[in-house]
């Protein structure tokens, strides 16, 4: 597996961000956003993360990240954190945050176990008035509210 960053264009990406993220039409507010890099093996793109820069310099944001399913619990997505992590040490960020659905318990274990800590959360963020479906289910539990983590760097 090698991470690098990712200059192309990022419609090439469209399944990975589809897969982390339900909307298509918030995925669409912000996958020309930041920088992506992307774990390959061979020639083949296993999976992406999205980095972006906040209104505070030293806070750096995961936007998106998927890992294609195929590949999942293999360390992919540790190792890209990892580079994003290094990538935000280098320009002077003190923090990473990060925000995903409460229902996702994958995500919310994923992340807690890199050190991330729940710092905030948004009631109602996910619904048909910001483009997800009506009475979606994440593990069984309905998705409507997002909790943001921080990793303190």
Do not use: W
Not at 40 to 46: G, K, N
Not at 95 to 108: H, K, M, P, R, Y
Not at 122 to 151: E, W
Request: charged share 20%.
């Amino acid at each position: 597996m090698h991470i690098e960053m990712y200059d192309a264009d990022r419609s090439a990406l469209l399944p990975l961000f589809a897969l982390a993220d339900d909307a298509q039409a918030q995925i669409s507010t912000y996958i020309s956003l930041g920088e992506v890099l992307v774990a390959r093996h061979d020639d083949v793109i296993m999976a992406h993360l999205q980095l972006l820069e906040t209104d505070d310099p030293s806070v750096f944001e995961i936007k998106s990240m998927a890992v294609s399913q195929t590949r999942q619990g293999e360390g992919i997505g540790r190792g890209l954190v990892a580079v994003a992590v290094a990538r935000c040490r280098d320009r002077g960020g003190r923090q990473l945050i990060v925000s995903t659905a409460t229902a996702d318990i994958g995500n919310l274990r994923f992340y807690q176990r890199l050190g991330f800590r729940m710092y905030r959360i948004v009631q109602d963020a996910f619904g048909p008035s910001t483009g997800y479906p009506a009475n979606a289910l994440v593990d069984g539990i309905p998705l409507r509210d997002q909790v943001s983590l921080m990793l303190q760097l």
